[in-house]
Structures are given as structure tokens and as C-alpha cells.
């Protein structure tokens, strides 16, 4: 029989086996007259269509009654079993599947889930958690903390590390912080730089409306290592352009943004951190955790595949799979971190020409102190002052290590750090023009330039 993994993540539900990824589908469904819509061809009308468009089934899995729904759909778990059905079509029909799932689903709904696959022309013959499947893709030697993006939260899961196995500790959901919250985000800043600079706000139509967000992701894209992009959108017989700015949309997206690395700055502790593939996506996202290891698309898929014989259950009651064997750096074949954020990093730094010089002085009060040697250590506070030590002794509040002529801050255990408004949970690079804060102080590097204007 064929054995496929489906993941069941609502910004993309993804089937896929040995070979590759087969299918992939949002969690989008619209209520048409004989059947539901599902999938991307749902999402292609959602602007056109609201009042018929659905994005919170999976989310809200159960059986509750939904109002004013055609016959055919009585409540979400309806939607899910469609869905299911696409997905597994689309896929080309494997016989036999491994659920990967989140850890945002309740016992309840994993209970619903089981019973609606039991109904699908698929044996259901695994359960097991999604992050903890992505996790052991990577050679991890102590603990971490996996973090990604649904449609409408973001879900952070601590993965444990003992003798050679990872476990699923807790999860910690993290409502208004999915993809839907920041594409509602920057579709209202594009629009805004329509208005200004064409008179025309795409918000205002339903076609130009869903014409912006199917447009939004390869405009983010480009803006992940630009500064600007050209944005157009046709609207019948015209053409409307605009240029949106890279700052005007990580404005947008900046309070979320903090929600999230405050998040892995609280539950951080010095465990590894792993983007999942949504997240890592987030234009200069990843910049900011340059330690963290980007996860591929795939990783949940390979990682169940992986563990195929553990996962795998011939009885019709399924366990759900929260521990299993700690991958190796033999095993792992992923092009991760630190390579891939450095690139992210050294890009989106590049684009700054504020920051293009190292900084060599840390300007905290009315006192420059001088960055030398290869590490120093930000000891004090604002009431009684503050110094660089090269000695790790007490009232040490960040460290700062000089890495290829580059200075990186990291934050002392148990102290909240902040680079430019935004937190640290692990380390980052600081250039001229970065602002560092701690508690309500803030600091400023800066870089000293000799007469000619060459740094010193």
C-alpha cells in the first residue's frame, strides 16, 4: 500500500510522501449552492465572495451548528471531511496516511478528526505531532522551541531533548498573529500607497480586492531583499501602479512581528530555535533570530516518513505520537541555519545604508563606551551607570561578541533585550545606527569616523 504524511496546517494543508509533496491546499472553503469550494479555488473568490467564504474550520474543528449554511454543510467538521477528500484527491489517492498535526488542536477535536478520516477512502494509520515530526529533521543536542504560522494564530511548541529522544512539551498559542492578521495588514498599507499615489484604492472593488492579495505575495517577496518594489494592478482597461516600500510594510507588520519574538524570547531559555517554513517566509523575519534553524516546507512531512515504523499503528484506536528518537547530522539533509538567516540577515542589512558601517562605540547617557577585543560585557544600569567589561562577573546584562569585524549582542539570562523595537532571544548583529534597549534605557552604536570620513 502507499503510505503518504498529510499535515494538516490551515495556511496550507500539505500531502505529500517519499517521493515529494503531492498536494498542497489552504484552509478555505466557499459555500456554494450544490458543494463546497475548497481549497485554493476558494481562496481565489474570497474577496469577491466573503459572506460564502470560510478560513476557521480547521481551527474551530466541531460539531457546533452553523447559521444560514446550505444543506450539505451542517457544521465545520463537514468543511474538514470535504477538504480531507480534496486534498487526498488532489494527491493522487494514497492508500494509507500519517497525520501530522499541531499542537493547537484539542483532545476533542483530534477525537473528531479520527472519526471523520474513518469516513474519507483513506486508512488513517498515524498520529503524530507536527512540530515534534519537523524537529527531529534537525541534529539538536539539547532542547528547543518550534514556532509557526496558521491562517489565524501562530502555534509555539517546546520540544524536550533526553538521552537520544524528543518529546512535545508545551504549546502556547498565540491568537491574531497568523497569515490572515498580516496580509489584512499589509494589504492595507499597499492600498494606502495607492490612494496617495494614483488615486485608486483597491480596497474599494471586490475584483481589484482579491486582485491585491493575489498579488501580495510576490511583491513581499521581492521587498525581503529590496527596498522597493513596483506594484501594479489592472483594473479592466487600466493599469494602476504604485511603489510600496519595504519600511511602510515591516511598519505594518511590526506589532506582530514583536509578538512573535517576544514569544521565543520568553520561552527561549537557550534552546534552539526552529522557524517552521511560514514563518521563516515573512519578509527579514528570520534577520532578526539569526541563530534559528529555517525548516523547509516539508520537514513535518520527512520527519513522520522518517519515522514511519514508530508512528504507524495497525489499530483502529491511534495513539497520538508526541516523543520520538532525536534526529542526527547524518539523518539531516536540510539546508538550514545559521547559512540561510545569515543570508536573510546580510541582505536586508545591506539594504540599510544607515547601518553600513561596523560600530565601534556604544553610546549609553552622555558617556561613549568603546567596543574592543573580541568579547565584551554590558554591566549596570541607568540610575548607577553604565561600562564594558571583557569579565562575564555580575550585573552583566547583555554580551557582545566581535564576529568577522561585526559586532553581535546577546542577551544575559533572564533579561529582556531589545535591537530597534524589537526583541533578542538569541543573538543579533549591530551595525552603526542600532539602538539597543534594556528595561527603559536605550542605547545607541555608533561608529567613529576620522576627518576624512573613513571610520576610525
Not at 146 to 163: D, F, G, M, Y
Request: glycine share 8%; proline share 5%.
Amino acid at each position: 500500500m502507499s503510505l503518504a504524511v498529510l499535515e494538516l496546517n490551515d495556511a496550507a494543508l500539505l500531502l505529500g510522501d517519499a517521493a515529494g509533496v503531492l498536494a498542497r491546499s489552504p484552509g478555505f472553503a466557499l459555500l456554494a449552492a450544490d458543494a463546497p469550494v475548497m481549497g485554493e479555488a476558494a481562496r481565489a473568490t474570497a474577496r469577491i465572495d466573503p459572506r460564502r467564504t470560510l478560513s476557521q474550520f480547521w481551527q474551530r474543528l466541531g460539531t457546533e451548528p452553523l447559521h444560514h449554511a446550505p444543506a450539505h454543510t451542517r457544521h465545520h467538521a463537514d468543511l474538514g471531511y470535504r477538504h480531507l477528500l480534496h486534498v487526498h484527491e488532489s494527491g493522487g489517492k494514497p492508500a494509507e496516511l500519517l497525520l501530522a498535526v499541531p499542537g493547537s488542536f484539542t483532545r476533542e477535536q483530534l477525537a473528531l478528526l479520527l472519526g471523520i478520516a474513518e469516513s474519507c477512502p483513506f486508512r488513517a494509520c498515524g498520529l503524530v505531532d507536527s512540530a515534534l515530526a519537523a524537529a527531529v529533521t534537525v541534529p539538536l543536542s539539547g532542547p528547543a522551541i518550534h514556532l509557526e504560522l496558521q491562517l489565524h494564530q501562530a502555534v509555539l511548541t517546546c520540544i524536550e531533548h533526553e538521552q537520544g529522544t524528543l518529546s512535545r512539551g508545551a504549546v502556547r498559542i498565540l491568537p491574531g498573529t497568523g497569515l490572515t492578521a498580516l496580509q489584512d495588514r499589509w494589504a492595507r498599507r499597499a492600498a494606502e500607497a495607492f490612494i496617495q499615489q494614483c488615486r485608486f484604492d483597491p480596497l474599494h472593488a471586490a475584483a481589484s480586492e482579491q486582485a491585491l492579495y493575489d498579488r501580495l505575495p510576490a511583491w513581499l517577496d521581492a521587498l525581503a531583499t529590496q527596498e522597493s518594489v513596483e506594484a501594479e494592478i489592472r483594473q479592466q482597461d487600466h493599469r494602476h501602479r504604485a511603489t510600496l516600500r519595504a519600511a511602510d510594510m515591516l511598519d505594518a507588520a511590526q506589532s506582530i512581528y514583536t509578538d512573535l519574538l517576544e514569544a521565543l524570547a520568553r520561552e527561549g531559555g537557550g534552546a534552539s530555535l526552529l522557524l517552521g517554513a511560514r514563518v521563516a517566509a515573512l519578509p527579514r523575519f528570520a534577520a532578526r533570530v539569526p541563530e534559528a534553524h529555517c525548516l523547509e516546507e516539508d520537514a513535518s512531512l520527512r520527519g513522520a516518513l522518517r519515522n514511519a515504523d514508530l508512528v504507524r499503528s495497525e489499530e483502529r484506536a491511534l495513539r497520538f505520537v508526541t516523543r520520538l528518537p532525536a534526529g542526527s547530522a547524518a539523518q539531516s539533509h536540510l539546508p538550514i541555519a545559521p547559512a540561510a538567516a545569515a543570508v536573510a540577515a546580510t541582505a536586508a542589512q545591506a539594504a540599510e545604508p544607515a547601518r553600513a558601517l561596523p560600530a565601534t562605540h556604544i553610546v549609553a547617557g552622555s558617556h561613549a563606551l568603546r567596543l574592543q577585543g573580541e568579547r565584551m560585557h554590558l554591566i549596570g544600569n541607568a540610575t548607577e551607570g553604565w561600562r564594558l567589561s571583557p569579565a562575564d562577573i555580575a550585573g552583566s546584562r547583555c554580551r557582545l561578541d566581535q564576529l568577522g569585524g561585526d559586532w553581535h549582542v546577546s542577551p544575559a539570562s533572564g533579561v529582556l533585550l531589545r535591537v530597534d523595537g524589537l526583541p533578542v532571544p538569541a543573538r543579533v548583529q549591530v551595525r552603526a545606527g542600532s539602538r539597543l534597549g534594556i528595561e527603559d534605557e536605550t542605547m545607541l552604536f555608533v561608529a567613529e569616523v576620522s576627518a576624512d570620513g573613513d571610520a576610525a
